[in-house]
C-alpha cells in the first residue's frame, strides 16, 4: 500500500480508537488539503529532509511525504506509534518514527544515525504548550535548521513576526528575526483543528538569515533583551542599568532614553555587540 492508499485519517484515528490528549497539546489537522498548503508555502519538495515533531495522526507526516521528502517524525506520545508504523510501511523507508520528547532531542545524533545531515529543514503544527521553547532551542542551540514551517497559536506567530512599534513586539520576536527571515504564511481559525483549541492559529516560516550573528553576540543579545523587555515601559538607561545603563546604549548608538519596544532588531544588535 502507497501513502495515496492510506484510509482517511479520521478513519484511520476511529480504528486505532484514539481521542486527542489535552497534556500532550493535541489539535489534529485531518484535512490533507489544508497540510498540504502548509508543505507548499514551506516550500518542501522532493530530495528534502523533514524532522516533523508531533506527527499524531499522521496529516502533516503524509502531506511531507507526498512531496517525495524524507521525513524524521519525532513524536512524545506512544499510542500513536501503531498508527504511524504502518504510514511508515506505506512511505518506501522515506518515514522514521521516533518517540521522544523534542525539547530534548538530539537532532543532528538522529540525522546522523540515519547516515543524512547535517542539513535539515523542520516543519510542525506544535504543540502550543511546548511550542515558544522549542523555537528557541532551533534559533539558538547547535542544530540550526534549513527552514522551519511551524504552526502556533495566533498570538505566538504575531509575536514572532512583529516589527519594532507594534504592540506583539518582544524578545521573541528580536530573536527570531536577529537569526531569520520571519513571516507569517497562513491564518487558521481554531474550527480547522480537531478538537478545535480557544484560539486561532497561524504559520509562520523562518528561514535562517545569510549571515546570522555569532554563539557569543546571541547570547549577549538573549541577556539585552531579557532586561531591556522585563521592564518595556522602562527607558533603556534604566531596564539596562545592570549591564551598563545609559554608557551601555551610548556606546551602541542608542538614545538612553528610548524604549525597549521602539528599539528594532538592528539596535538591539548593536547593543548586544557592546555588551
Ligand atoms: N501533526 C499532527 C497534526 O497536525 O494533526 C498533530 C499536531 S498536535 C498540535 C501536537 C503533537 O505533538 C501531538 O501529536 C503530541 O502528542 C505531540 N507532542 C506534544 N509534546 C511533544 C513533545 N515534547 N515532543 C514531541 N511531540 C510532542
Known amino acids: 500500500m502507497s501513502v495515496a492508499d492510506l484510509p482517511p485519517l479520521r478513519e484511520t484515528l476511529t480504528e486505532h480508537g484514539l481521542m486527542a490528549k489535552k497534556s500532550f497539546g493535541q489539535h489534529f489537522l485531518l484535512d490533507l488539503n489544508v497540510t498540504r498548503k502548509i508543505v507548499r508555502l514551506g516550500g518542501i519538495g522532493e530530495g528534502d529532509v523533514v524532522i516533523e515533531v508531533g506527527p499524531g495522526p499522521g496529516?502533516?507526516?503524509?502531506?511531507?511525504?507526498?512531496?517525495?521528502?524524507?521525513?524524521?517524525?519525532?513524536?512524545?506520545?506512544?499510542?500513536?506509534?501503531?498508527?504511524?508504523?504502518?504510514?511508515?510501511?506505506?512511505?518506501?523507508?522515506?518515514?522514521?518514527?521516533?518517540?521522544?520528547?523534542?525539547?530534548?532531542?538530539?537532532?543532528?545524533?538522529?540525522?546522523?544515525?540515519?547516515?543524512?545531515?547535517?542539513?535539515?529543514?523542520?516543519?510542525?503544527?506544535?504543540?502550543?504548550?511546548?511550542?515558544?521553547?522549542?523555537?528557541?532551542?532551533?534559533?539558538?542551540?547547535?542544530?540550526?535548521?534549513?527552514?522551519?514551517?511551524?504552526?502556533?497559536?495566533?498570538?505566538v506567530a504575531d509575536r514572532v513576526a512583529a516589527e519594532a512599534g507594534s504592540d506583539a513586539y518582544g524578545r521573541l520576536g528580536v530573536i527570531s528575526q536577529a537569526v531569520c527571515d520571519a513571516r507569517v504564511v497562513m491564518d487558521l481559525p481554531a474550527r480547522a483543528f480537531t478538537p478545535p483549541p480557544k484560539v486561532a492559529s497561524a504559520v509562520v516560516q523562518l528561514v535562517p538569515l545569510a549571515t546570522p550573528p555569532a554563539p557569543a553576540l546571541l547570547s549577549a543579545l538573549e541577556k539585552v533583551t531579557a532586561a531591556a523587555f522585563g521592564q518595556r515601559r522602562k527607558m533603556l538607561r534604566s531596564s539596562l542599568k545592570s549591564l551598563g545603563g545609559a554608557e551601555l546604549c551610548e556606546r551602541a548608538g542608542i538614545e538612553p532614553d528610548a524604549r525597549a519596544e521602539t528599539i528594532d532588531v538592528d539596535g538591539f544588535l548593536r547593543l548586544a555587540a557592546a555588551l
Open 59 to 155: 496529516g502533516l507526516t503524509r502531506a511531507l511525504l507526498e512531496t517525495g521528502a524524507r521525513v524524521i517524525a519525532v513524536e512524545k506520545d506512544a499510542r500513536f506509534l501503531p498508527l504511524l508504523g504502518e504510514l511508515s510501511d506505506a512511505a518506501d523507508g522515506r518515514l522514521d518514527v521516533v518517540e521522544a520528547d523534542a525539547t530534548t532531542v538530539d537532532e543532528a545524533a538522529l540525522l546522523a544515525a540515519r547516515g543524512l545531515g547535517p542539513v535539515a529543514k523542520i516543519a510542525s503544527n506544535l504543540p502550543y504548550n511546548v511550542g515558544t521553547p522549542l523555537l528557541i532551542k532551533w534559533l539558538t542551540g547547535a542544530f540550526r535548521p534549513a527552514s522551519m514551517t511551524l504552526m502556533f497559536q495566533k498570538e
